[in-house]
C-alpha cells in the first residue's frame, strides 16, 4: 500500500482567516514533504521532514507553518494568506531520508479570496 | 539550481500510437522517477529508476535510465485515452536530498 491521504480535498479562506492541511501516511515513510503547485507547473517543494524532524525550509513564508506531531502525520497551518497563495497544495513521503521514490497524495486545492 | 529539460512538452496523438518522451540534465542523478498527473489530482508515481542503462516496464510503460546518468525516456505503447495527463519526470542528484522535476509533457489522445 502507496497510500498518502490529504484532508480537505478543497479549502476557500479569506485572507484573515487562519486554517490548516493535513497529510497522513502509515507506510512507515522516514520523510515527508510539503509541495505547491501551480497550474500546468512541476511541484516546488516548500518544506521537508526527516524522522519528524525540519530539514528543509525552502525559503517559504511565515505565514506557511508546518507542523509533524508524528511520524504518520504532517500539518501546514496557514494564516493571513494572499490570493497568489492560491494553489495546489501536494504532501508526499519516501521510505528515505535520501528523497528519492517520493509517493504523493491527492492534494488540497487551495483558493485565497 | 538545477533544472531538468522535458520534450516535448506537448503532444496530440491517436488512440493506439506510441509515445516517447524524455529528460535531459547536466548533473549526474542517481534516481530517475516518472509520475503523471491527471487535472486536480497528486501525481502518480509510474516507474522509478536506480541504476544507470536500467530499464523497467510496467504495463504499456517502459522507461530507461541512461548510461551517462543524465537522461531518462519514457515510452507508452499502445496509447489509450485514459493515457490523457502531464507526464513529469523527476531525479535526484548523487549529493542531494531533493527531487528536481521537469516541466512536464502535456499528452492528448484523440479516440
Known amino acids: 500500500d502507496t497510500e498518502v491521504t490529504q484532508t480537505p480535498k478543497h479549502l476557500v479562506m479569506g485572507m484573515t482567516n487562519k486554517k490548516s492541511l493535513k497529510c497522513e501516511q502509515h507506510?512507515?515513510?522516514?520523510?515527508m514533504y510539503w509541495y505547491k503547485q501551480k497550474a500546468k507547473k512541476p511541484p516546488e517543494l516548500m518544506f521537508v521532514?526527516?524522522?519528524?524532524?525540519?530539514?528543509i525550509n525552502e525559503s517559504v513564508p511565515s505565514r506557511f507553518s508546518p507542523e509533524c506531531p508524528n511520524s504518520s502525520l504532517l500539518n501546514l497551518h496557514l494564516h493571513a494568506l494572499q490570493p497568489e497563495d492560491s494553489a495546489l497544495y501536494l504532501c508526499?513521503?519516501?521510505?528515505?531520508?535520501?528523497?528519492?521514490?517520493?509517493?504523493f497524495g491527492p492534494g488540497t486545492r487551495l483558493t485565497v479570496l | 539550481g538545477q533544472q531538468l529539460n522535458q520534450s516535448p512538452q506537448s503532444m496530440f496523438i491517436q488512440e493506439g500510437e506510441d509515445v516517447s518522451m524524455n529528460c535531459t540534465s547536466s548533473?549526474?542523478?542517481?534516481?530517475w522517477l516518472w509520475y503523471k498527473q491527471d487535472p486536480g489530482e497528486g501525481p502518480v508515481l509510474l516507474i522509478a529508476?536506480?541504476?544507470?542503462?536500467e530499464l523497467t516496464s510496467n504495463g504499456r510503460l517502459t522507461a530507461q535510465f541512461g548510461i551517462t546518468r543524465k537522461d531518462s525516456f519514457l515510452n507508452i505503447s499502445a496509447s489509450i485515452p485514459s493515457d490523457v495527463g502531464i507526464y513529469f519526470c523527476?531525479?535526484?542528484?548523487?549529493?542531494?536530498?531533493?527531487?528536481?522535476f521537469g516541466e512536464g509533457t502535456q499528452l492528448t489522445v484523440n479516440p
Open positions: 508526499a513521503s519516501s521510505p528515505r531520508t535520501t528523497g528519492d521514490t517520493q509517493y
Open positions: 507506510m512507515g515513510h522516514r520523510a
Open positions: 521532514y526527516s524522522y519528524e524532524k525540519l530539514s
Open positions: 548533473s549526474i542523478f542517481n534516481t
Open positions: 529508476l536506480y541504476k544507470a542503462g
Open positions: 523527476a531525479g535526484r542528484e548523487t549529493s542531494g536530498s531533493r527531487l528536481t
